[in-house]
């Protein structure tokens, strides 16, 4: 498949992944997959020989090794490259995923359904990719800026707000989960949970 | 390309010189005999069969005597004749469809590769399991394009039913995390895919441009 075809495979599969483990770090991984996505194909053209040494599964091995230096660099390298090997299996040549311990390559699909590189085929699968980055990208963004952390509350908070007398010092500008442990025979624990970092004042009476 | 071509032609001139039987894997020879019928006695027929009209042609081109004198000879006839009048001189037999060839036109072929100074460049383009005896002269030829017909047949590993179940379970994981987050990230999601139908639709219906 072509370069861009990898990249896009490569964005998806990355933003997905962040999506569902909620990784943070969206962009520097994404530089880092999109990279990587055409890792194999750079290395074949230094080697010379086209779906060869490049494409081989064993260079997860040194990816999984950046691991120990940096879990994110190598979660987004690893990506990339699992995203091109995917994509080179749907296509007429497949992929020599054990190369250079067996030359056999590993297909998907019959023969006449498989992706031609270049092709219309080619071109419609991009497509389809592009479409589902979409609504993932959104999802992973808001993965990624803690909107589903906790939503009813903060919908609470945002209606609270709207309710603020200001006029009052006492206001309270702020929601809070306040849980009171009380046992006579033991010492009183009080548990605040902070839901806005900005909060300056708690006002607790008579506990 | 030229320069390719122009290499290859010179491997198989190297090739004939040392009495080495060419075969080519879906090719039409008659490309190879337009080139080399300057530089050797050649002769080109599209189908090997039936063998005594293909024995006439040969021994029409070698000795230049008319077809109605040579349609009167036996087979047997005709090929002695042949290598009476070829003499010393070397001579290219083409043909396509080697796949064809019949265990009794087989007899006929193998009587003139016995001859030092005939040589065959074939192709085949169907893969049909020949039968011993053609197999055994299919064995005296080296295979040019070796590298067209491996890609045609090699060996493959087929991951469909992997991939479809590593496509399919990584779905669900997307599914459930989408669908236990908020109920309307599964909203954002469906009405996406909804447009997408929509959308395939319209192109169904309206056709390429």
Same mark, same amino acid.
């Given at each position: 498949m072509r370069f861009y075809t990898h990249i896009a495979g490569a964005?998806?599969?990355?933003?997905?992944?962040?999506?569902?483990?909620?990784?943070?770090?969206?962009?520097?991984?994404?530089?880092?997959?999109?990279?990587?996505?055409?890792?194999?194909?750079?290395?074949?053209?230094?080697?010379?020989?086209?779906?060869?040494?490049?494409?081989?599964?064993?260079?997860?091995?040194?990816?999984?090794?950046?691991?120990?230096?940096?879990?994110?660099?190598a979660a987004a390298m690893i990506i990339g490259f699992i995203s091109h090997i995917f994509l080179d299996i749907l296509t007429t040549h497949g992929c020599p995923l054990l190369y250079p311990l067996r030359t056999k390559d590993f297909v998907c699909f019959n023969k006449k359904r498989r992706i031609k590189t270049g092709t219309n085929q080619e071109k419609s699968a991009l497509s389809f990719i592009l479409f589902l980055i979409v609504p993932f990208l959104i999802l992973a963004i808001l993965t990624n800026i803690g909107y589903w952390d906790n939503?009813?509350?903060?919908?609470?908070?945002?209606?609270?707000?709207?309710?603020?007398?200001?006029?009052?010092?006492?206001?309270?500008?702020n929601n809070f989960n306040l849980n009171f442990d009380v046992d006579d025979d033991t010492n009183k624990n009080i548990t605040v949970k902070k839901v806005d970092e900005n909060t300056t004042t708690i006002l607790i009476n008579d506990v | 390309m030229i320069i390719s071509c122009c290499m290859k032609l010179l491997q198989i001139q190297a090739d004939i010189r040392n009495g080495q039987n060419l075969m080519f894997y879906d090719k039409n020879v008659y490309e190879c005999f337009s080139r080399l019928k300057t530089n050797f006695l050649c002769v080109f027929y599209h189908d090997p069969l039936p063998i005594k009209v293909r024995l006439i042609d040969i021994t029409h081109v070698i000795t230049g005597q008319t077809k109605t004198f040579l349609n009167?000879?036996?087979?047997?006839?005709?090929?002695?004749?042949?290598?009476?009048?070829?003499?010393?001189?070397?001579m290219?037999?083409?043909?396509?469809?080697?796949?064809?060839?019949?265990?009794?036109?087989?007899?006929?072929?193998?009587? =003139? @590769? *016995?001859?030092?100074?005939?040589? #065959?460049?074939?192709?085949?383009? &169907? %893969? $049909?399991? =020949? @039968? *011993?005896?053609?197999?055994?002269? #299919?064995?005296?030829?080296?295979? &040019? %394009? $070796?590298?067209?017909?491996?890609?045609?047949?090699?060996?493959?590993?087929?991951?469909?039913?992997?991939?479809?179940?590593?496509?399919?379970?990584?779905?669900?994981?997307?599914?459930?995390?989408?669908?236990?987050?908020?109920?309307?990230?599964?909203?954002?999601?469906?009405?996406?895919?909804?447009?997408?139908?929509?959308?395939?639709?319209?192109?169904?219906?309206?056709?390429?441009l």
């Open positions: 964005l998806l599969l990355y933003i997905t992944f962040t999506y569902l483990t909620d990784y943070s770090n969206l962009v520097f991984g994404i530089f880092f997959a999109c990279w990587f996505s055409i890792f194999p194909d750079l290395m074949d053209k230094l080697t010379g020989k086209h779906r060869g040494f490049g494409h081989s599964i064993f260079w997860l091995v040194p990816f999984l090794l950046v691991g120990f230096l940096n879990l994110g660099i939503p009813s509350e903060q919908s609470l908070a945002f209606a609270s707000q709207s309710n603020t007398i200001n006029d009052s010092p006492n206001a309270v500008k | 009167r000879l036996a087979v047997p006839d005709l090929t002695q004749l042949l290598v009476e009048k070829l003499q010393s001189k070397t290219i037999i083409f043909f396509n469809h080697f796949e064809r060839l019949t265990d009794r036109s087989m007899q006929i072929y193998n009587q =003139l @590769n *016995s001859q030092d100074n005939i040589h #065959f460049i074939c192709s085949f383009n &169907v %893969n $049909k399991s =020949l @039968n *011993s005896e053609v197999y055994s002269f #299919f064995k005296t030829f080296k295979l &040019v %394009n $070796k590298d067209v017909y491996e890609l045609k047949h090699k060996n493959e590993i087929n991951v469909s039913y992997a991939v479809y179940a590593g496509i399919s379970i990584y779905c669900i994981v997307l599914y459930l995390k989408t669908g236990f987050s908020l109920t309307s990230a599964t909203m954002v999601i469906g009405g996406i895919w909804f447009a997408l139908i929509i959308f395939r639709t319209l192109i169904y219906a309206g056709g390429r």
